[in-house]
Each structure stands twice: as C-alpha cells, then as structure tokens.
C-alpha cells in the first residue's frame, strides 16, 4: 500500500507565476489535508477537504490560494501570482473515513524566485 | 485549542532514553495527546498516541499524569537515526486540524 504521494518534490517558480502542487492520499483514504511549513517553524494547518467538499479552510490566506479533491484524481492546491513569502514546504496528509491519525507524504518545496 | 509547550532542543547520546515533557495547561475533557516525528526534508510521522496513564508501543513510551496538564514522550535507547524534531500536539477526537508547535529538536550523538 503506497504512502501519501505528492508531486512534485520541488517546484521553482518566478513571482506572479501560479503554482500548482498535487497530493494523492493513500488507497482507501477519503480525507486530505494541507500543512504549510516556514524553514525552523512547525506545520500550519491550511485547509481540510473530503471528495468534492472543503470541510474546513480556516488556515487557508484569503487571496490567491484554492484548494480541491474532485471525486476523481489527486488533491490540487493552488497558489495563483505567486509571492516570495509563499517559499515553504506544502505538506499534504490523508486519513481514513473512520480514523484521525493523519498520514503525511514527503512534501513539495516551493521556491519563488 | 490547547497550546503546548516543549523544550526546544535536546542533545542526547547513542543508546541513552530520552525523555521530553510537553506542557498542555489548557488541555480539554475530549482532547487526545499525539507526538509526531519529523527528519528533515520530509513529512511528519505519527509515534504515539495517549489519553491517560501511560501508552507504550514498538518505538515510545508516553506518560500522561492524573491531571492530563502534561505528557511526557519516551525515547528508550536512542539510536543516531533518532535525530529529529519531535512534536506534541493536543488534539479533540475528531483530529481534523492538527496544531504543530516549535516542536523538540533531539540531537543523538556517537
């Protein structure tokens, strides 16, 4: 049973560019979650999504960033003109339907230039 | 939600127990105590999970006290390959929004 997986591994991009960051959970996984981690600092909640619905976007900024987990295919979050202060590591974690230990992949470095 | 604090590093050496204390004050009737461990470069990893009294599996051991305002994380005979950050997190049943501190910086060294 593969892991939570997350592509890409490393993502560059230039300031105002969009970058789009994809997570598929583990099999039989039907929640997902979004982290955020600054270099030295701990994980920041961003947003939690089932199949087609977000539960819960308290973490998320209020401009330029969406997030999606569509019935079919991976989670997608996405950061529109993108901003030097968006350079992070974007965590994503999957649970089952009936557990709360949240499984976390590998994460994707963002790098705005 | 209940706010944690841990010591920020810890240097310890090859096959010594580690032991790190997490403060949660303000911890409520239905909320759980989980630690996590994270390498660098990548994603956190679940150890342990604890209401009260104490919790041991294959990897840790977790004490929790009567009055739940503190757990302690157990590490027995650290090994190099245990370097990492270590984070108590304080979390209702549910468990939708983790909330990660500082976290615990443990060194192991020959």
């Known amino acids: 049973n593969a892991g939570v997986m997350q592509n890409p591994r490393h993502l560059v991009r230039r300031r105002g560019q969009e970058a789009r960051l994809r997570c598929s959970p583990m099999k039989g996984h039907s929640h997902v979650y979004w982290y955020r981690q600054l270099p030295e600092e701990g994980l920041k909640f961003m947003v939690y999504?089932?199949?087609?619905?977000?539960?819960?976007e308290s973490g998320m900024p209020k401009e330029r960033f969406s997030a999606e987990f569509p019935k079919e295919g991976p989670s997608i979050l996405r950061i529109q003109q993108v901003v030097r202060g968006d350079s992070a590591a974007y965590f994503c974690?999957?649970?089952?339907?009936?557990?709360?230990?949240?499984?976390f992949g590998p994460g994707t470095r963002l790098t705005v230039l | 939600l209940a706010k944690t604090t841990q010591p920020i590093s810890m240097d310890s050496y090859e096959g010594q127990e580690v032991n790190i204390t997490c403060s949660h004050n303000n911890i409520a009737t239905n909320d759980y105590i989980t630690w996590y461990q994270q390498f660098p470069s990548q994603g956190p990893r679940f150890i342990i999970q604890?209401?009260?009294t104490k919790v041991t599996n294959e990897v840790a051991s977790l004490f929790i006290p009567a009055d739940r305002k503190s757990s302690t994380l157990s590490l027995p005979r650290v090994s190099l390959s245990d370097t990492a950050v270590y984070y108590c997190?304080?979390?209702?049943?549910?468990?939708?929004?983790?909330?990660f501190g500082g976290g615990t910086r443990v060194l192991v060294k020959p």
């Open positions: 997190l304080v979390e209702g049943a549910a468990g939708n929004k983790l909330t």
């Open positions: 974690a999957s649970s089952p339907p009936s557990g709360n230990e949240q499984f």
């Open positions: 999504l089932q199949k087609e619905n977000i539960i819960d």
């Open positions: 604890g209401y009260k």
